[in-house]
Structure formats: C-alpha cells, structure tokens
C-alpha cells in the first residue's frame, strides 16, 4: 500500500511517501518570503503553495523510488489552517486522484501531528505507544491535551481557551527583540539563562484547559515598568528572561498533563507539535516522566515541524479502514476532530 501525502495548511509545502507504515521520502519547502513580516502572510503563503506543490511531489515521488501510477491513494490536510494555503494542497490532491482514478483521503492536520508515533523507518526502530496514551500537542496555532484510544480515536480533554503555547513564546519573543517565529530563538537564548530569576503570572484556569494570554501581559508589564528603570534592560538580561519565560510556559504545560495524567490513570504520554522541539519542555516532560513512571514518547525533530509524512501515515490507517472522501470535499480553516 504506497501513500502520497500532501501538507499545505501554513508556510510549508510537503510531499511525503509512505508504503504500509514505512517513510519511503519526505520533502519539505519553507517559505522564506515571511520573514521580513515578522509573521506569514496568507496571500503570500498560497501563491508559495502554487509555486512548489509540483516540483515537491516530484522530488518525493523521485526520492521514494514510487512511480506515480505506483500509488495507491492520495491523503491531504483538510484543515485546520489557513484557507487559501488548504485550497491548493486540496486542489492538487483531488487532480492527482481524478487523474490517477485512486482514492481521495481527507487528514485533519491536529490529529496526524500525534500519529508521527507511528512513522516507521527503513532500518530503525520505532517505539510507538500503546493506545490509550495521553498526547501533549503544542504548535504555533494549537495547544491541547489529548486521550488517543485508538489511530483515529481520540478526544481532547483541554485546550487553550485564548493563545497558543507557540504564540506565547512568539508574541514574548518579539518583545525582546528576537526575530519571528520566536520560539528557537527563546529556547536557544534560555539555556545561558537562570530560569528562576524572574516570576511571572500563571493562569488560573478550571479543568484542563489553557490560558497564555495572561502571561504575555505579565510580561510586557514587567518589561514596561523595568524599562522605565533602565533603557538597557532587555538588553542587559536577555537570557535571564528568556530562561524564566520558558520555565514559565514548560511549567503551565505541563502542570495540566499531570492533573490530566491522574485523573486518565494513563501512564504513557507523548508530545507532538512544533513546540515539542523546546529543549526546556523535553527535560522536563522526562525529569517527570521518572518520578511519576510515565513511559515518554517524544518525535524526532524532523517529525515536530509540519511534514507531509505524517500526512501519509494517517492516510495509510484511514486507507485500511476504505475512510475515503468525495470530490466536492472543501477544505477547513477549523477543525476539531
Ligand atoms: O510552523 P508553525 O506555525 O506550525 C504549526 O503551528 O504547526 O509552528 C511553529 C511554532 C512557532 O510558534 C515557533 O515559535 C514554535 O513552533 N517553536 C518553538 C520551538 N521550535 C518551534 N517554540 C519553542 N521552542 C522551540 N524550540
Ligand atoms: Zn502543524
């Protein structure tokens, strides 16, 4: 069963290819033209998306070794994202299937974020966990806990009721001056930095629900009233708030997945999501992994930026279940699943 997967929700553009469970190529393209934004630009992203999506399908079927006749079904991300960008993954992924006259598999991107558990290489071990496991999935648009039971089982017991974790470290990245997207810049920063110097408000939200909004106030406060002290001030403690900041968002994160960990009884929990890169998060996500006897499943860091391969390896398990979806299929710009 070969897969063709297709990714065009934000600034990147994705091919991946995939046979049973096994990455046969993934091909990434980052848009570039945002940066001097400081943020994406939707117009900007879906004529990126015109541009690439061909020559990446290309070079993923190529790098696969997979003729195009060779492919059993296409799998695309539906939503969530931006709309414009969806529109050209979704067109492409339709003319492919018309033309091919193989089966259309529609992908919500949240959910194939948390299967990357699953992504098999040629030659290396995969440690997937077992069902039901707690996913921790945190990007730049999403923060949410989830209770997988199954591939495409699961149930969001929290969310963020305001901003993303991503944009926390983003909107707060900017107040220091760093370039976007902020976050790498922050993590990179926090680990010259005392992560206790500073103090700054945590939400108190009910259940297992987030809130960042309050916390990016709390510290454009804190710059504003210290600036006003010393104009250097940023300047002059630069890792020190990044490393508190940090700390600060690794501890609201995972302060809920524990309450979520107890009240579930689940023991096996996995991270997912862009932000599952942070170096702050990872350490701390393991530290309590070992005193609470959490088995820990964190993804490769090719597989926390958005890829196509995880595209692929929800398609293939919608494909053993004939999920397929009809031609007049419209993309999403939200989508819970
Ligand atoms: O590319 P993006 O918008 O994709 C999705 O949302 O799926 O997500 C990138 C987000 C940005 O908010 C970025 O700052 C954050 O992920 N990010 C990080 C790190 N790497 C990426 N945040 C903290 N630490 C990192 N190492
Ligand atoms: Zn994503």
């Known amino acids: 069963m ?35 934004y400081g943020g994406v630009v939707p117009e900007l992203a879906s004529r990126a998306h015109q541009q690439n999506i061909i020559p990446v399908v290309d070079v993923a079927l190529k790098n696969a070794g997979v003729r195009a006749e060779e492919v059993h079904a296409i799998a695309f991300t539906r939503g969530p994202g931006l709309l414009g960008s969806l529109l050209v993954g979704t067109s492409f992924a339709k003319g492919f299937a018309l033309a091919r006259n193989i089966p259309l598999i529609e992908v919500n991107h949240l959910q194939a974020h948390i299967l990357v558990h699953f ?7 995969t440690k997937a966990p077992p069902f039901p496991f707690l996913c ?17 089982t699961m149930k969001i017991l929290g969310k963020t009721i305001d901003d993303a974790a991503g944009e926390a470290f983003d909107k707060s990245a900017k107040l220091l001056h760093l370039p976007y997207p902020g976050g790498p810049h922050i993590d990179k920063l926090a ?10 408000n945590k939400p108190r939200i009910p259940g297992l629900d987030y809130s960042f909004s309050g916390l990016k106030t709390s510290f454009l406060y804190f710059l504003r009233d210290n600036l006003q002290a010393d104009p250097d001030f940023v300047e002059n403690n630069k890792a020190d708030l990044a490393a508190s900041l940090q ?8 302060s809920k997945l524990k309450r979520a960990a107890n009240e579930t009884g689940i023991k096996d929990i996995a991270l997912a ?52 979806s009809p031609m007049n299929i419209i993309p999403k710009a939200r989508m819970d699943f």
């Open 2 to 36: 070969v897969i063709l997967g297709i990714e065009s929700s934000c600034d990147d553009t994705a091919a991946a290819v995939i046979k049973d469970r096994t990455l046969l190529s993934s091909v990434i393209t980052n848009q570039d033209v945002h940066k001097q």
């Open 119 to 125: 992504i098999q290489e040629i030659g290396q071990e």
């Open 136 to 152: 921790l999935l945190v990007s730049g648009g999403h923060t949410q806990l989830v209770r997988v039971d199954n591939y495409l």
């Open 191 to 200: 680990l010259k930095g005392n992560p206790v110097r500073f103090e700054f």
């Open 247 to 254: 700390r600060t968002i690794v501890e609201i994160l995972v």
């Open 273 to 324: 999501g862009c932000v599952s890169a942070n170096s702050g998060l990872r350490d701390t996500i393991i530290l309590e992994g070992k005193k609470r006897g959490w088995n820990i499943y964190i993804p490769k860091f090719s597989y926390t930026t958005d890829n196509a391969a995880m595209i692929a390896i929800t398609g293939s398990f919608k494909y053993m279940e004939s999920n397929f």
